[in-house]
DNA sequence: CACAGCACCTGCCCGC
DNA sequence: TGCGGGCAGGTGCTGT
């Protein structure tokens, strides 16, 4: 589920309601969701217990908690995965995965993900952006993220326009609704070659995907609820807002144009056919 | 090296 | 009611 709005409302919810307090025990209850934690579930259990929470911090779909000691606790997120704040010593949900009690008995934090593709890894690199992360680019919130830089870049390379917005190590945080709803305000196809485009057109699409993010982690915070860090911050934002992605059929807000779906990479493509016409050689 | 395709999972919804 | 196929907002690995 969550792009860059979704995680940024995780993360202030984190924030507000684990940093300063202490681990007390770490509990995986499933050791896929660790995987990438190579010493295995145990030794993450252990480095993480004792462990003060200091800070929390992200980077496009990544976030961590700032742990003393120098060291720091990344989490994906994946498509499904939840940081929950719940009751202390409340019974599992059935797909949780991580939970981890503090020492001031105070609630616990629950990572729930039904289809196992976030993780949870140990990194020794505190507050510093997480050595396995280092190949993710800045996204567009990040205070040295350059659009001009990424427009140039994303022009040099040979791919669909849709492509490059959703490659992390180009420019991070957009994921497939966002790169749609970008793609539709720019007025521009996915497919579009990038090295035929203008760098003012990319530019355009780059600046409406920082727009509609910000728009959405608007929507999202409002609906946050004070005891669950959640990340249906994307709910009303979904029945509102969206423009093109998962709106086939309906109406162009621009035109009135019927939304087309298009396939691409196993995945769903939504644009309006007039505002945004397909390329003749297209790169989808 | 840059790029495209696929694997990794679970659950839901639809049509037959 | 059961079954198969399609679909779901992500990333990393692998082959070309």
Aim: aromatic letters at 6%; one cysteine or more; glycine letters at 8%.
């Amino acid at each position: 589920m969550p792009e860059l709005p979704e995680v940024e409302v995780v993360r202030r919810g984190l924030h507000d309601h684990v940093v300063g307090r202490i681990v007390a025990n770490v509990a995986v209850q499933h050791p896929r969701a660790v995987r990438r934690h190579i010493a295995g579930p145990a030794d993450l259990e252990q480095r993480l217990t004792g462990a003060t929470i200091t800070g929390t911090a992200r980077r496009g779909k990544y976030l961590w908690l700032v742990l003393d000691h120098e060291d720091a606790l990344l989490v994906h997120l994946g498509m499904s995965g939840q940081m929950l704040v719940v009751p202390s010593g409340l019974a599992p949900s059935t797909h949780e995965r991580v939970r981890f009690r503090f020492a001031d008995d105070g609630p616990d934090l629950s990572f729930v993900d039904q289809r196992t593709f976030g993780h949870l890894m140990f990194d020794a690199g505190g507050a510093a952006l997480p050595s396995v992360i280092a190949h993710i680019a800045r996204d567009p919130f990040d205070a040295e993220y350059d659009v001009a830089a990424v427009a140039a870049r994303i022009k040099k390379r040979r791919t669909g326009l849709k492509r490059a917005l959703l490659d992390q190590s180009v420019v991070s945080g957009i994921g497939n609704i966002y790169a749609d709803e970008a793609l539709w305000a720019a007025q521009l196809h996915g497919a579009r070659p990038t090295e035929k485009l203008t760098k003012p057109q990319i530019i355009r699409a780059l600046d409406a995907a920082r727009e509609v993010m910000a728009q959405a982690l608007g929507q999202g915070g409002t609906s946050f609820d004070a005891l669950y860090v959640n990340v249906n911050g994307a709910s009303g934002y979904f029945d509102r807002s969206l423009h093109a992605y998962g709106q086939r059929d309906v109406p162009c807000a621009r035109c009135g144009t019927p939304i087309r779906r298009e396939s691409f990479m196993n995945r769903s493509s939504y644009s309006c056919p007039k505002c945004q016409p397909r390329p003749r050689n297209g790169r989808f």
